[in-house]
């Protein structure tokens, strides 16, 4: 008995009505002016398709991401016929989602996931205005007051940081030109070998533990360690 060849994934693609490519040639006479989405901090966002330059030091602003002023996506219409649906956006809006402007925590906080607050913002301005880089610049500055303060009080409490977050609180240090929490985060990192807290490498001595950690002694102790374990 000869059983049917059921067609593969791409093949079954081709077969759907898509209205996308209609959409697209319709929408192809309609003037819409793309959107530009800035960063005016050193650090890079998201990635992919969707990646938001860092600003360059020295620059007052970052390469923009850009985005279609008109957006198409899209859907299954799951009406059993095979038959897709296309979904029209406005950029402003796609943009505004990429940055997080209508997320779950849009607010100033630490926790926010609203990239607003951490310098990016978007505009229908192939070069930003003063104004708006201004803005941007002033948001950034109201984060990183409140990621800096938090530092401080991890620092007057004596609370564990670990390695990562430190450099979160120095670098928004550096954006208010204020003295960094923690020292220098240029040199190497290692782990002490008795107590495993991060030390810098070659020490020859833990400031967590209080222990000689260097290799004569380090040696000894192993010695001593086997030592004992033979007496037993």
């Known amino acids: 008995m000869l059983m049917p060849v059921r067609a593969n994934a791409t093949e079954m693609l081709r077969k759907r009505n898509r ?35 860092a600003c360059p ?40 989602d990429i940055i997080g402007v209508n997320s779950t925590s849009p607010a ?18 192939e070069q930003p205005t003063k104004k708006e880089i201004a803005a941007a610049r002033a948001k950034l500055v109201r984060m990183m007051e409140l990621i800096y303060a938090k530092g401080s009080e991890l620092v007057q409490t004596g609370e564990k940081v670990p ?30 070998p008795l107590c495993r807290e991060p030390i810098k490498d070659g020490a020859v001595f833990c400031k967590h ?10 040696a000894d102790r192993e010695s001593a360690k086997k030592s004992k374990v033979k007496a037993s």
């Open 108 to 125: 100033l906080d630490l926790f926010t996931t609203n990239r607003e607050w951490f310098g990016v913002f978007a505009t229908t301005n």
């Open 19 to 53: 209205t996308m490519p209609a959409m697209k040639a319709a929408l192809g006479t309609v003037k819409v002016p793309p959107v530009y989405i800035f960063n005016v901090w050193t650090r890079t966002w998201g990635e992919g398709k969707y990646t938001i330059p």
């Open 209 to 218: 533990c209080q222990q000689d950690i260097s290799p004569e002694a380090l």
């Open 163 to 192: 390695m990562l977050d430190r450099k979160n609180y120095n670098e928004a240090a550096a954006v208010l030109g204020l003295k960094q929490l923690w020292g220098n985060q240029e040199h190497v990192m290692s782990d002490c």
């Open 57 to 96: 030091e020295g620059e007052d602003h970052s390469e923009p991401l850009v985005i279609d002023g008109l957006v198409l996506s899209e859907y299954d219409l799951g009406d059993g016929g095979a038959n897709m649906g296309t979904a029209v956006d406005a950029g402003m809006a796609v943009a505004q």
